[in-house]
C-alpha cells in the first residue's frame, strides 16, 4: 500500500513540473493521472548519464506527439 502512494504521489509532483508555465507544455496541465502515465510516461527515449551519475542528455522519440511539449520541461 505504501508503494503504491508513493508512486501516486511522485505521478503528481511530475505533473505539476511537466505542467509548469511555458505555453509549450499546456496540454500536459489537463492531462489526469491515467493520460499522464500512459501517454507521457511511456515515451521511448535515450539518457546519458555522466560517470558521478548524472543525466547530461534526453532523447526522446520525436514520432511521439508529446515529445515537444516535454522539451521545456525536462529541461
Known amino acids: 500500500m505504501l508503494l503504491g ?12 513540473w511537466l505542467a509548469a ?17 500512459r501517454d507521457a510516461f511511456h515515451i521511448s527515449g535515450l539518457l546519458v548519464i555522466a560517470t558521478g551519475g548524472q543525466v547530461v542528455k534526453i532523447g526522446l ?3 511521439t506527439p508529446l515529445a515537444s511539449a516535454l522539451v521545456d520541461p525536462l529541461q
Do not use: I, T
Not at 505555453?23 to 489526469?32: D, E, V
Open 61 to 63: 522519440n520525436q514520432a
Open 5 to 16: 502512494s508513493l508512486a501516486h504521489n511522485v505521478v503528481v509532483w511530475a505533473r505539476r
Open 21 to 37: 508555465p511555458p505555453a509549450s507544455c499546456s496540454k500536459l496541465r489537463y492531462y489526469g493521472m491515467l493520460r499522464l502515465v
